[in-house]
């Protein structure tokens, strides 16, 4: 076995022990989500493509991307080097009560910390030139200005950090960002956002 598939392991909530040997090359998003006995999750030294360090796995290219941690974390700092957080992996942990991201961490995918329901204390390193954090909220450092999401108005095509093309504007800028909050909630559950191929050519081509 080469690839560990997308939520191969999601909610195996007796696994205690994971050992990623060395010829694994792949390991998609969410793949251990919710394995909330997991205890230790080491990778081979041999692997050319992922390591461990504290019972996180990170890749070893560039960007190095950490890919999932154990579920029975209570703490976790991410290592300084890291520079993206990748999709569902803090997914489920639910006994994780504080994360701390490095100065290093440029791109988080997805909803890295979705099911995290005891997460009280979530903190970025003041060096980060791109995310800050306050009152355990990650916010991006391109503004000086927090405004309610639902009186905010919103575009579809934004280069945004988690890929989804949905910016929030303070004032509505026509041709730009014509959306309602209840609006783009509707778009993103139903999967209406750059991150679908099909929708992402029809937004490109201002059909929709």
Same mark, same amino acid.
């Given at each position: 076995?080469?690839?560990?598939?997308?939520?191969?392991?999601?909610?195996?909530?007796? %696994?205690?022990?994971?050992?990623?040997?060395?010829?694994?090359?792949?390991? +998609?998003?969410?793949?251990?989500?919710?394995?909330?006995?997991?205890?230790?999750?080491?990778?081979?030294?041999?692997?050319?493509?992922?390591?461990? +360090?504290?019972?996180?796995?990170?890749?070893?290219?560039?960007?190095?991307?950490?890919?999932?941690?154990?579920?029975?974390?209570?703490?976790?700092?991410? *290592?300084?080097?890291?520079?993206?957080?990748?999709?569902?992996?803090? $997914?489920?942990?639910?006994?994780?009560? +504080?994360?701390? @991201? *490095?100065?290093?961490?440029?791109?988080?995918? $997805?909803?890295?910390?979705?099911?995290?329901?005891?997460?009280?204390?979530?903190?970025?390193?003041?060096?980060?030139?791109?995310? $800050?954090?306050?009152?355990?909220?990650?916010?991006?450092?391109?503004?000086?200005?927090?405004? %309610?999401?639902?009186?905010?108005?919103?575009?579809?095509?934004?280069?945004? *950090?988690?890929?989804?093309?949905?910016?929030?504007? #303070?004032?509505? %800028?026509? $041709?730009?960002?014509?959306?309602?909050?209840? #609006?783009?909630? @509707?778009?993103?559950?139903?999967? #209406?956002?750059? @991150?679908?191929?099909?929708?992402?050519?029809?937004?490109? #081509?201002?059909?929709?």
């Amino acid at each position: 076995m080469n690839d560990i598939g997308k939520s191969a392991f999601q909610n195996c909530k007796s %696994l205690t022990n994971i050992t990623i040997p060395n010829h694994v090359a792949s390991i +998609e998003g969410g793949a251990f989500s919710g394995c909330t006995s997991l205890t230790k999750l080491t990778v081979d030294s041999g692997n050319a493509t992922y390591g461990s +360090e504290g019972n996180t796995i990170y890749t070893k290219d560039n960007p190095k991307t950490l890919v999932c941690v154990a579920g029975s974390l209570t703490s976790v700092t991410i *290592p300084d080097g890291v520079t993206k957080i990748g999709w569902g992996a803090f $997914g489920g942990c639910i006994h994780l009560t +504080e994360v701390k @991201l *490095p100065a290093s961490i440029n791109q988080l995918q $997805g909803n890295p910390f979705s099911g995290c329901t005891n997460l009280t204390t979530l903190t970025v390193d003041s060096s980060n030139t791109k995310y $800050g954090s306050a009152n355990n909220m990650i916010y991006t450092k391109d503004t000086n200005r927090y405004i %309610l999401a639902q009186d905010a108005w919103y575009s579809r095509v934004d280069i945004t *950090p988690m890929g989804y093309g949905i910016g929030a504007y #303070e004032f509505h %800028l026509y $041709g730009i960002c014509d959306n309602y909050f209840k #609006e783009v909630l @509707l778009y993103a559950a139903r999967g #209406e956002t750059l @991150l679908n191929p099909y929708i992402n050519i029809l937004l490109s #081509e201002n059909k929709i």
